[in-house]
């Protein structure tokens, strides 16, 4: 079984930054973030294979990086140019895939964005 804790969230102001975590309790494959805001559907955020490709939704390319630290078993989420459309829960997900990633039904507890105006 698969545990993952996200760490980092809180409260900015628009046009600051926030770095999320996601501890794993093994080792790393495919990794993906999610985020849900109030009334509206998770949506896939941005995602990092085994091989270290990555993507984003357009919402946040330019903006967000994701990245790993495989001798940490960790993943990041770099925000910045945090918009107030940018709050939400934001949840991590263990996946599978070395070039294309495909989540599995491993989710963190999630952590709370909130970008004020």
């Known amino acids: 079984q698969v545990q993952l804790v996200e760490s980092g969230g809180g409260l900015v102001q628009a046009g600051g930054s926030l770095r999320l975590s996601c501890a794993t309790s093994?080792?790393?494959?495919?990794m993906g973030w999610y985020r849900q805001a109030p009334g509206k559907q998770r949506e896939l955020v941005a995602t990092?294979?085994?091989?270290?490709?990555?993507n984003y939704a357009d919402s946040v390319k330019g903006r967000f990086t994701i990245s790993r630290d495989n001798a940490k078993n960790t993943v990041y989420l770099q925000m910045n140019s945090l918009k107030p459309e940018d709050t939400a829960v934001y949840y991590c997900?263990?996946?599978?895939?070395?070039?294309?990633?495909?989540?599995?039904?491993?989710w963190g507890q999630g952590t709370q964005v909130t970008v004020s105006s």
């Open positions: 093994g080792s790393i494959n495919a």
């Open positions: 997900n263990a996946g599978l895939g070395n070039d294309y990633y495909t989540p599995l039904n491993y």
């Open positions: 990092i294979t085994g091989n270290g490709y990555t």
